[in-house]
């Protein structure tokens, strides 16, 4: 027979910092920025104790038992929407001033990821008070970070150094159009524009490495956050009245490789390399038209079969 312990306020207290923690872990500032700033800062990890408090609170509700007040849940799926709404809102907002724009597919994708956090940062309190409900402190810090490290490594995600080979690419033109390596980009009319370009300007090849990932790059917001991610790491010499210089991220249509070019403020192409590896795999990009094909052929042989 299972002995409960009487003192719910600890079991409250020990999930919700773990939960806390959690959250902190996740709102690590990285080479996006977001959010970097105090205030930003605050807000988050002021909805993560709140959503730690709600998955530590349940399991004194459920032991009680009160199942109605579980019901608070639903309210807090609720708020979780709302959160992604708001750094949607909050970031196509920012969207509006940035000269390298990050795209609407990288924009719904940290939107998803906050609220996905929220998510696991309530698991994770769950989990931990259920610990220390049924087996004490030592319990409760196993399972805590044991939860922690879990939530840790299903946010870390896919990126494109996963997926492709990034490779230096020659720039040069034909004509007056910008190529990287045989990929037209850009038509460059001034010529002294031009010689700037050869001069300092970088590229690299992006070859995916299976049919997944050539159908992952082809999608356009994939391409616009790589570029993005390259001129946020590398900087980049593009003012508002220089389209010139913008990122560009164009694919050949033969064979699915993708050329990026970009002005840095220093010129690296293994940094450029590294910039272009570490970008994230979105989720309304990531497609694997690979295992259609098992599928295809087994609806093949039932039709066959039927016939």
Do not use: W
């Not at 600890?10 to 500032?29: D, F, Q, S, Y």
């Not at 530590?56 to 459920?62: D, K, L, N, T």
């Not at 991220?249 to 590294?274: C, F, H, S, W």
């Amino acid at each position: 027979m299972i002995v409960l312990q009487p003192d719910y306020l600890v079991v409250i207290l020990l999930g919700v910092l773990a939960g806390t923690i959690a959250r902190v872990i996740l709102l690590r500032i990285d080479y996006r920025q977001y959010p970097g700033y105090p205030h930003g800062y605050l807000t988050h990890t002021a909805l993560g104790f709140i959503a730690s408090a709600l998955g530590a609170v349940a399991v004194p509700a459920i032991f009680k038992p009160d199942y109605v007040a579980v019901t608070f849940l639903v309210l807090a799926a609720q708020q979780f929407r709302e959160i992604r709404n708001m750094e949607r809102q909050t970031l196509e907002s920012l969207e509006e001033t940035e000269l390298v724009k990050r795209g609407l597919d990288y924009i719904e994708g940290i939107a998803r990821t906050f609220e996905a956090r929220n998510y696991l940062v309530m698991g994770t309190s769950f989990v931990t008070a259920l610990a220390a409900q049924l087996g004490g402190l030592p319990a409760a810090c196993l399972v805590g970070f044991v939860a922690i490290t879990a939530s840790y490594y299903f946010m870390s995600g896919e990126v494109v150094g996963d997926i492709c080979e990034v490779v230096p690419a020659r720039l040069n033109f034909e004509g007056f159009i910008l190529q990287v390596d045989e990929i037209g980009l850009i038509n460059v009319g001034l010529k002294s524009m031009r010689e700037k370009i050869l001069q300092d300007g970088l590229a690299v090849l992006i070859k995916p490495k299976d049919g997944n990932a050539r159908a992952t790059i082809h999608d356009i917001g994939q391409r616009m956050a790589i570029a993005f991610t390259a001129a946020v790491i590398m900087g980049t010499k593009k003012d508002v009245d220089i389209p010139e210089y913008t990122p560009l991220a164009r694919k050949n249509p033969d064979t699915g490789e993708v050329g990026l070019y970009i002005m840095p403020v220093e010129k690296d192409i293994e940094q450029l390399i590294a910039a272009v590896k570490l970008t994230p795999v979105l989720e309304s990009a990531r497609s694997k038209p690979l295992e259609a094909g098992s599928s295809i052929k087994t609806v093949f042989k039932r039709v066959n079969r039927a016939e």
